[in-house]
């Protein structure tokens, strides 16, 4: 079965730091892109960052560019999401999923076939 094990979120001061994990399982590591998305209450998910393993490519989101900077560890099958130089809009529950989008879905939801549970983050201003 294909899992992935999201963790790492918690309480943090404006500015401070966080990096959340994403073990995966279940299928081939390289084959698949892992994608980070975040979703207040009320409002869409939002596509915060893709890394490919494959070649190691990323994508941001404009709101988290400079700021957070995704990296894996194909041997563990785990991708990361440092957050640096946290605001109080970056307050979200983070979710990592996997899959193979084209690339106009490489931002959206549906482009990714496999999520993890989600990660609660709290940036206190």
């Known amino acids: 079965d294909v899992q992935l094990q999201a963790s790492g979120g918690g309480l943090v001061q404006a500015g401070g730091s966080l990096r959340l994990s994403c073990e995966a399982s279940?299928?081939?590591?390289?084959?698949?892109?892992m994608v980070w998305f975040r979703q207040v209450p009320g409002k869409e998910r939002e596509g915060v960052g893709c890394?490919?393993?494959?070649?190691?490519?990323?994508y941001y989101a404009d709101s988290v560019k400079g700021r957070f900077a995704i990296s894996s560890d194909n041997a563990k099958s785990t991708v990361y999401l440092q957050m640096d130089s946290l605001e109080s809009d970056d307050t979200a529950v983070y979710y990592c999923?996997?899959?193979?989008?084209?690339?106009?879905?490489?931002?959206?939801?549906?482009?990714?076939?496999?999520w993890g549970q989600g990660t609660l983050v709290t940036v206190s201003s």
């Open positions: 999923g996997a899959g193979r989008p084209i690339l106009s879905e490489i931002s959206r939801p549906s482009g990714y076939g496999y």
């Open positions: 890394f490919s393993s494959r070649d190691g490519s990323t």
């Open positions: 279940g299928f081939t590591f390289d084959d698949y892109a």
